[in-house]
């Protein structure tokens, strides 16, 4: 399974799981972006839309739309439907239809419908999803460069995803060196420039994904998940996030940036003794027992 089944996976086993004897349906999901720029593509600017409204058309016998369902983004700009029965839906498309509780400025106008796809069928459900969606501002935003000069547009035809960690731009200084540091190095002023990749007030829903989301809150901070502990799964926040810091400023790190979030979103999936077990191999990697590594963090200028 590459990331973006494993990402439809998880989100059908979120889905699923709050959904009890139902048999035979499709769940249909997909994201909406703000297209700040009126470019008609998602750019560099463009984010994932809170409280957006989407509609599902499907054609009946004769043809003729009519709407399935509708649904409102969370925040993470993703949105997902259920549908009864084992209907086909590759005929069906999704559109902007209004901006739900009408305090978002990026609401002013919707994209194109876009039409669904198949992704994979698994105990009698069909999981479809839909390219990304735009809404648009009534005017582009001030910062958005000339006509001249498009911006950056980033090729989006898998759905972009929380739990893809970002691409670190150039490695940190000790990258090749074996490093590993405890999650109080990490919070202490002093070496605050080895947070490079990720920030400290970076959402732990934006980092880690859909289901950490909802297990720590929307608005819990990197840096707020590293003061946890006293329950297995602050410990498992604190240990993951600390990890995944390690994994970007160390290649010797047992862990790979992408192996980090897996571990963490299968043990969130699992039991508590899972979660344990998961902070625990955790806490044994930050302080470097696997590969008998130090703390290489040197004060920051
Ligand atoms: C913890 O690490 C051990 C040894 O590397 C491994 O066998 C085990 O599967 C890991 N457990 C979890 C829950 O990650």
Redesign the pocket.
């Known amino acids: 399974m590459d990331w973006l089944h494993k990402f439809l996976f998880a989100a059908f086993l979120v889905a699923g799981a709050s959904t009890t004897g139902a048999r035979g349906d499709a769940m249909v999901t997909g994201t909406v972006f703000c297209d700040q720029c009126k470019d008609g593509q998602i750019s560099l600017f463009d984010y994932p839309l809170y409280g957006i409204k989407v509609t599902m058309a499907c054609p009946g016998s004769d043809g003729q739309y009519t709407t399935w369902g509708e649904e409102t983004t969370n925040w993470l700009g993703n949105y997902a439907m259920r549908v009864g029965g084992t209907p086909n839906l590759n005929a069906c498309y999704t559109q902007v239809s209004s901006n739900g509780q009408g305090s978002n400025a990026c609401g002013a106008a919707a994209g194109p419908a876009k039409q669904l796809r198949l992704m994979f069928n698994m105990f009698n459900t069909g999981m479809y999803s839909v390219d990304p969606l735009l809404a648009q501002p009534a005017q582009p935003m001030s910062f958005c460069q000339s006509s001249s000069t498009p911006a950056p547009v980033i090729p989006v035809s898998p759905p972009p995803t929380p739990l893809l960690p970002p691409v670190p731009r150039f490695p940190p200084t000790p990258f090749f060196e074996a490093s590993a540091c405890p999650h109080q190095m990490w919070l202490m002023p002093e070496y605050q420039c080895y947070w490079k990749v990720v920030s400290p007030d970076m959402k732990v829903a934006v980092t880690f994904g859909l289901i950490a989301g909802r297990r720590y809150g929307a608005d819990m901070t990197l840096r707020q998940g590293m003061l946890g502990r006293g329950d297995p799964y602050r410990t498992l926040l604190r240990e993951g996030t600390t990890a995944l810091l390690n994994s970007y400023n160390s290649i010797q790190f047992p862990y790979h940036p992408i192996g980090v979030i897996e571990?963490m979103n299968?043990?969130l999936m699992?039991s508590t003794r899972?979660v344990l077990?998961?902070a625990?191999?955790f806490t044994?990697a930050n302080s470097g027992s696997?590969n008998a590594a130090t703390c290489r963090f040197t004060t920051c200028k």
């Open positions: 571990a299968l043990a699992g899972h077990h998961t625990l191999n044994r696997g």
